[in-house]
C-alpha cells in the first residue's frame, strides 16, 4: 500500500474547503429550536381551540359549540427566545388557555430564573444585562422588584414554620443594615438563630427584624422560636449582646450558655496597643487550647498576671471577669469544641448576607431588608450547607453513656477565684 504524501498547498486548499463557522452554526440551531417551540406552541393552543369549539377548524358536526373568529398575536419569552403565537379567538367562548395564561409575557421558567438570580446575589442592574444578553429583551428593576413581591409569601411560610426534632447547640446572632426611616437612613438590626440537630445537620431556625439588638428584641425572638416548637437545646453559643443572657435564661432557663471565644477576644483587644496584639491574642488563645477546665483556669490566671505585668490592667480585668463564661464547652465532647465555642458558623451566613445586601445600600424600609436577608438563608440552607452532618452526634450519645455509669453529673468543677492560688498538696 502506497501513501501519498499530501503537499503543503494541498493542505492549505482542504483547510480553506473544511471550514466550519460556528456562530454561524450555533445562530442557526438556535433559530430551529426557536421555531421549533414557536410551532409546537401555536399546534397545542389550535388543539385547544378545537376541545373548547368540540370540533377541528372547518368541521361540521352537531357536536359543535362555537366557532373560530381569526387570531391575535402575542409575544412570549421562553429560554429559547422570543417567540410568535397566534392565539384562536372564539366567537361566545372565552378562550382562557391552560398553556398559556392571559396576559402573560414570560415563560415561568424564565421568570424563575431571574427571581434565582437576584437571591444568589445578582444586583438588579446586571439581572437586566443577563436578559439582554440571554432572551435579547431588557427586564426592568420594576419587573424584578414585582416578582419578588410573590415570594415574600413564601418566605414568610418558611421564616414561621414549625420547628420539629430536638437542637442541641444553638448560635445567636444579629447584623446591622441600612434602611430608609422617615427620610433618614439608619441602623435596623436582624436577628438570626441557626441550630444543630440531633442528626448533626445544620438548619436556619429563624430570623427576624429587631430595631436594636436589646433585651426586649431578643425576649420576642426567643420566644417567637418557642413558638414554633424550639424546644430547650443544651447549648446556646453567642456574643455578649445587651440583653440577649438575660432574656435565654427567662425564655431557656436550663440551657447553658456559651460566649463566643472570638468576640471576647475582641472585647479583650479593645484595651491593648497595637504593638502588643499579636502577642496577647496567642496567650488568649492559649487558654481556649488546654485539654480540660482546670488546665484552662490555671492557663487564665497565669494570663492575667503576664498582662498585669505587662501593664495592661483593663485587658486583664476583662479576661478575669469574663474568661468563666467561655468554658461552657468543656462540658461536651472534645470532637465539638472547635464548633461550639464560637459564633463561626453563624458568621459564614452572615458574611452571605453582607455580600447579597452590599449591592443594595439603603432598603425603602425594614420589610424589604428581612425579605432579602431570609431569602439568602433559605436559598443556603436548601444546598449542600443544610445537608450534610456538622457534627457527629454519635460523640455526645458516649458521653452521656459515659457520664450516666460513673453516676456524674453534667457540669465541672467550680472556678477558683483568679486572685487565688490552690494549694499543692504536701509531698
Known sequence: ???????????????????????????????????????????????????????????????????????????????????????????????????????????????????????????????????????????????????????????????????????????????????????????????????????????????????????????QFLRHLKSRGLKEPRLITSDKCLGLVEAMEEVYPGSDWQRCIVHFYRNVLVSVPRRHMRNVAAMLKAIHAQENVEEARKKARTVVKDLKRMRLHDAAKTVENGIEETFSFYKYPSEHWRRIRSNNPLERLMREIRRRTRVVGSFPDGKSALMLAASRLRYVASSRWGMVRYLNMDHLSELDKEKAINNVTVGYPAPTPMGVVEEQPDH
Open 1 to 219: 500500500m502506497v501513501v501519498k504524501k499530501i503537499s503543503g498547498k494541498a493542505e492549505k486548499n482542504l483547510n480553506n474547503i473544511i471550514k466550519i463557522d460556528e456562530k454561524v452554526v450555533q445562530d442557526h440551531l438556535g433559530d430551529m429550536i426557536k421555531g421549533t417551540v414557536e410551532d409546537t406552541l401555536n399546534a397545542l393552543l389550535d388543539k385547544e381551540a378545537d376541545y373548547l369549539c368540540k370540533a377541528a377548524r372547518y368541521e361540521r358536526t352537531p357536536k359543535r359549540k362555537d366557532t373560530r373568529a381569526g387570531y391575535y398575536q402575542r409575544d412570549l419569552e421562553t429560554r429559547a427566545g422570543k417567540v410568535k403565537l397566534r392565539v384562536p379567538k372564539l366567537r361566545t367562548i372565552p378562550f382562557d388557555s391552560a398553556i398559556i395564561q392571559r396576559y402573560r409575557r414570560r415563560e415561568i421558567s424564565v421568570e424563575e430564573a431571574l427571581v434565582e438570580m437576584y437571591l444568589a446575589g445578582v444586583s438588579v442592574r446586571r439581572v437586566e444585562d443577563i436578559t439582554q444578553a440571554l432572551w435579547g429583551t431588557r427586564v426592568s428593576a420594576g419587573t424584578v422588584s414585582h416578582l419578588n413581591q410573590k415570594i415574600y409569601q413564601t418566605i414568610e411560610d418558611w421564616r414561621n414554620r414549625t420547628i420539629g426534632g430536638n437542637h442541641v447547640y444553638v448560635y445567636l446572632d444579629g447584623i446591622v443594615l441600612k434602611r430608609t426611616w422617615g427620610h433618614e437612613v439608619k441602623n435596623v438590626s436582624l436577628l438570626v438563630a441557626v441550630g444543630v440537630n440531633s442528626e448533626g445537620v445544620r438548619e436556619v431556625l429563624g430570623i427576624v427584624e429587631g430595631y436594636k439588638e436589646d433585651k426586649e428584641g431578643w425576649l
